[in-house]
């Protein structure tokens, strides 16, 4: 990941609506949820959320995908692995510690 890509990543997370929204998508895999869906549950208004959610889909974060009249939301898990492991590629000097070992051993991926 190259830094800019990180930083709009950190940039999308570091609010607390964006931040609440991601996260009840990552427990929402792998179905997702829809737009509405995950409005009320996160007790905002929808067009509120839709600006959140274009800020996490432009950090590559969430992706969507129309069913029906709805749009589901589904959170990028390859980006965030890839950001976590952007975070602790330096760890230790490159010496290969646990905590980075561990990242390139997850097998949390989008899709599994």
């Known amino acids: ?3 800019e890509t990180a930083l ?14 991601f996260r009840a998508l990552v427990c929402a895999e792998p179905k997702g949820l829809p737009a509405g869906e ?3 549950f996160l007790s905002v ?21 129309r069913n029906g009249r709805s749009v589901v939301y589904r959170a990028d898990l390859s980006q965030l692995n890839a950001l976590s492991r952007f975070l602790v590629e330096d760890c230790c000097g490159g010496a290969g510690c646990a905590p980075a070992q561990i990242l390139s051993l997850s ?6």
Request: proline share 2%.
């Open 45 to 65: 208004p929808q067009n509120t959320l839709s600006a959140h959610l274009n800020v996490l889909s432009h950090a590559k974060l969430v992706t969507s995908a």
């Open 38 to 40: 995950l409005a009320r």
């Open 107 to 112: 097998k949390c991926e989008s899709g599994q």
């Open 1 to 3: 990941m190259e830094t």
């Open 8 to 21: 709009a990543c950190l940039a999308a997370l570091s609010q607390q609506t964006r931040l609440e929204a």
